[in-house]
Structure formats: C-alpha cells, structure tokens
C-alpha cells in the first residue's frame, strides 16, 4: 500500500517536506501617505492600515526593514484632485514627496516602489484622462504615465508599479525613462517596471477605494479585465513582458490563482500578485467576529499565493507576517 500520511507524522517530518516556504524577502508592503495629515488615522474598512503622515510613513518604512521584507509600495492620497491629475507629477505632489521620504528611510535595505496610476490623482477617480464623450483616452493617458514616471523616478523610486492597465503603458514608460536628458542627462535606464498585467475589474479593491478616498464615476470595465477571462490574464503579461516590464503582477490574487499559475509557468520575468484591500478585509472581518483563526488564515492565504507560482506577495499583512516567519 502506498501511504502518503508517513510524511505527515510529525511537524518535523511536515516541514521538511513541505513544498512552499514563505520568506520575508518575498513579501512587499503597500503604504498610504496622505497629504496634510497631522497623525495616522486607521482606514475603517481595513482594520490595521492607515493613512500615514510623512513622519509616520518615515517610521513605517524603517520598521519594515527592521522585519526584513523586500520593498514597499507607496501610495498617495492627495487634498485636491484635477481632470489630468496634475499632483501625479508635480515633484511637491504627495506621492512624490512620499517617495523621497521613504528611500532616505529605506536606507537601501529595502526596495522602494510607488504606484503608477493617475486615479488617486483625478477628480473622477479613472485611470487616465478622459476624452470628449467620457471615455478613458488611453493616448492622452500615455503621456501622462510618461511625466509622472520621471517625477517618480527623480524622486527616487527603483520600481514603477504601472496599475493603469492602459495599452502600451510599458513600453511608453520604459521610452521615456531611457529617453529623459534628467538625472544629469544620463535619464533613468536602471529604474525598474513592475507591470500590473493582468488586472482585473474587481470588487475586491472597495476597500482601497476608501483608502484612496477616491470617487470613481463609473467603473473599470473598458481598461481592467473581465474577471471571466483566462487567457486574456496570459495575454495581458506576454505583451508587458516584450514592452519592456521586468516583473509582471497578477491581481487580485485569490480570486485569480488560476491565471497566477499560468502566468508564473511562462514568463521569463519574476510573477508578483497583489493580495488586495478585499482579500484583506475579508479575513480582518471574519477573524473579528470569530469565524475563522485569523493567523492561520493569513498564512494559509499567503501561502496558496506562492504555491500558485508567485516569486513576490504584495500583501497588507507583510511586516506582521514577518514576524511569524521569524
Ligand atoms: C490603482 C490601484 C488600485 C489598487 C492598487 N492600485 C485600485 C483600482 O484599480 O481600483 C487596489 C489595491 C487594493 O485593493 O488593495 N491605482
């Protein structure tokens, strides 16, 4: 009889031949700074995160390179937003300033990235900017990605996490950044690009749409991906991969385990997933009321992420779980 419960006798057995390790290097920590904050305030709908004020930010960072995690994912909220999301840009624009904070912070013990999108920025809460009938101007949009990828990257920032899901977005940004004469003349060839490939339209960011503070009119259907769709997700990342990205993501993650594998099967790049404000609050949720262990849960959930064929977990719970893997 073949008895495959012999290697589950013991934790020590177990551990030895236990398939998926966590380690904090994998994991990636996001991180709000809102402009004009005077303290942090804890976001309702995600128990634990806040928004952070720029000494606050200052300490979270070093705090998670004390954890030993592998980088941080800023992003920022700002007090007044426009039709072009011009504080995307602006150096003085919060996530900009955030960014500076956080790489004099980070020291270089962890990798500082921000996220490359203009919704936090527009008074409409898109992706991009809007053309004459309201539809996202995915061209127009471009050369926005292009300015706010320089004020990023001269800020300090050593990964772009390109979430706008617009076309071509790789490869104008990887253009611009070679082609900029900033930076001495010398551009940005060594600023990296973690493209957010196969975003989906999903429920699962409601939280984060509170954390942003962001007034979506309408939704995301015309750039993020029908939650339907397999192959698209795999279609989605080859493209970024031949634009130019040197990691690709897959977001949400749980939802989406499927697409992680096939995309973690082909591509020649690091594959990241996005554990989402939803996956988060889920979890937060039902640990509070007592209907689920909440640290076996977070580590079961993070786990089948890897186990998928993730290299990188960017997840909300980042720091305490390095705790545990301790
Ligand atoms: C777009 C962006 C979103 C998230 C990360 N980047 C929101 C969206 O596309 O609506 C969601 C992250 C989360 O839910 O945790 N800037």
Redesign the pocket.
Known sequence: MTRPRRLRTTPALRALVSETRLHARDLVL?LFIKEGATEPVEITSMPGVVHHTEASLAQAVREAADAGIGGVML?GVPTTRDATGSGADDPDGILNVGIRIAVEAAAGRLVVMA?L?L??FTDHGH?GVLDARGGVDNDATLLRYEAMAIAQAEAGAEVLGL??MMDGQVFAVRSALDASTANGGTGFPDTAILA?SA?YASA??G???EA?E?T?EGD?RTY?LDPANRREGSRESDIDMLEGADIVMV?PAMSYLDVLADVAQTSNVPVAA?Q???E?AMIEAAAANGWINRRAAIEESIVSIKRAGADIVLTYWAVELAGWIK
Do not use: I, M, N, T
């Open positions: 996001p992003f996220d999108c919704d936090e992706c979430s706008g957010y975003k699962f960011y939280p984060f749409r942003v962001s979506l995301r993020q977001k996005y989402v404000s939803g988060y």
